[in-house]
């Protein structure tokens, strides 16, 4: 009899949850349910089957195209940027532990029916930390698009009301948006709504946002993927850090990822320039990939404008920072090795000695050989 009235109350719920229409809590309960105790392995198979396949995978927008985006009540201005097929105009370039992180991230999904049978669930949330321009909002987008799900991306300064009453309506508003969509949902700049709530500048509703999202975080559906980002992770509340199954730290490029960043990004534009790599590698370490991608830019921008080479406004990237004096002597031998410059030119760019160069390229020579 008391497993009768456990069987009542399971399938009451689930209809409740059904008729309220939020597919992703319908595959949340049911992942529970296949997961207890004392079903017949026949039962919990066959849910797991229905998960495993998951119907709104194949057409993720579907449903979710039935439904207006959610918009500001006051502006009226739209609060989610949609990329319903994410596109990536080069492939990111990351430490190798960043880069096992987000594949794994996207493996969880990919074998889903696994983790079910092993009674697990794929991460729900995902925090990326890091400075400004490391490629956090580049890594949601490869995520989504290895996934094949649309990227959501919410618009905080939308979200922040001229009413700050309101904020936080919007806030659950978009949330219980993105939870019955088939999607990867990216909360950028997350410290504008989740600051420290012992942060006496802080008026009240803001600091009452942090609670809201604590809520929302607690109730994500393992169906769904919420990743976040900031560039000022001190600024979080602790509570909202705990929320956070995964933490991902973007750092700011070394130089072989530099190289990679760089061979790819004038493969693309300029082929032949492709012999700079080696010497920019070493000269933009400590840059930022948008940064670096920014210099570049220009320095072609320069180029066509001016008429003058692009190998002369490369040049002026490698002069343009101050170098300790062992990174000098190394970019003044890479140019010469290179063949970018003479032992003349190399001294004028860098400023180190003709006689330090000739002493560093025998050296090398005897070394190589």
């Not at 991460?123 to 990227?151: D, H, I, M, S, Y």
């Not at 008429?307 to 003044?332: C, F, N, P, W």
Request: glycine fraction near 6%; hydrophobic fraction near 40%.
């Amino acid at each position: 009899m008391a497993e009768n009235d456990g069987v009542e109350k399971d399938f009451v719920h689930l209809a409740r949850v059904a008729l309220s229409g939020r597919t992703q809590d319908v595959q949340t309960y049911l992942h529970r349910i296949a997961k207890r105790r004392g079903l017949t392995k026949e039962f919990s198979s066959a849910l797991i089957e229905l998960l495993r396949k998951n119907p709104t995978r194949s057409s993720p927008l579907r449903k979710g195209m039935e439904k207006a985006l959610p918009t500001d009540t006051d502006s009226r201005f739209q609060l989610l940027r949609v990329e319903e097929t994410p596109f990536l105009q080069m492939e990111p370039v990351y430490t190798e532990q960043v880069q096992s992180t987000l594949s794994r991230l996207v493996e969880e999904r990919q074998n889903l029916g696994t983790l079910l049978e092993a009674g697990l669930e794929p991460t729900r949330t995902v925090l990326f930390t890091g400075p400004p321009g490391v490629g956090k909002t580049l890594g949601a987008r490869w995520v989504a698009r290895e996934l094949g799900l649309p990227l959501m991306i919410l618009d905080l300064s939308a979200v922040m009301s001229s009413y700050l009453g309101r904020t936080g309506s919007n806030l659950r508003h978009v949330l219980d948006y993105a939870k019955s969509i088939d999607c990867v949902l990216l909360i950028d700049e997350l410290d504008a709504i989740a600051k420290r709530r012992d942060d006496s500048g802080e008026i009240g509703e803001l600091k009452r946002l942090v609670t809201v999202l604590l809520q929302q975080l607690d109730d994500w559906p393992s169906s769904g993927l919420l990743i976040a980002a900031t560039n000022h992770s001190d600024l979080l509340d602790p509570a909202v850090w705990r929320r956070f199954e995964q933490p991902v730290n973007f750092e700011l490029p070394q130089e072989a990822g530099v190289r990679a960043f760089l061979g790819a990004l004038l493969d693309e534009v300029a082929p032949d320039m492709s012999v700079w790599v080696d010497i920019l590698s070493l000269s933009l370490v400590g840059r930022s990939y948008s940064d670096i991608e920014r210099e570049v830019t220009l320095a072609r921008r320069s180029a066509a404008l001016n008429g003058k080479g692009l190998d002369h406004y490369l040049s002026l990237l490698v002069t343009a920072r101050e170098h300790s004096k062992q990174e000098r002597i190394e970019i003044a031998v890479r140019l010469v090795k290179n063949g970018l410059a003479t032992q003349r030119k190399a001294h004028e760019i860098t400023g180190v000695a003709r006689d330090t160069i000739r002493t560093h390229l025998k050296n090398d020579a005897i070394l190589e050989v």
